[in-house]
């Protein structure tokens, strides 16, 4: 499936939202918060991203990749997500 930028990522530990226009942009994520879903992300189209890391034992991901699943957010929630957007 193929990803329909925006990204919408939600920061869990401070439940902050940040939309992001490419993949290249969500390096600046730990790798390590990565691979312990630290956060999570969706598509433009509200379909739930399975983010992953390379390089998971240094401090920085150096690359960041995203998959699309099957699973698709409630319309109404996922509406809700957009409008918290902090667009850094």
């Known amino acids: ?5 925006p990204i919408y990522v939600l920061m869990k530990d401070c439940e902050e939202v940040r939309c992001y226009r ?7 994520m730990e790798a390590i918060d990565v691979e312990n ?3 999570q992300a969706w598509d433009a189209s509200g379909r739930v991203l399975q983010l992953t890391a390379a390089n998971v034992t240094t401090s920085k991901a150096g690359e960041v990749s995203a998959r699309a699943t099957d699973r698709i957010e409630d319309p109404k ?7 918290r957007v902090d667009q850094k």
């Open 37 to 39: 879903e630290e956060y």
């Open 22 to 28: 490419s993949l290249p942009e969500l390096n600046w």
């Open 77 to 83: 929630w996922f509406a809700e997500v957009q409008s």
């Open 1 to 5: 499936m193929e990803i329909q930028f």
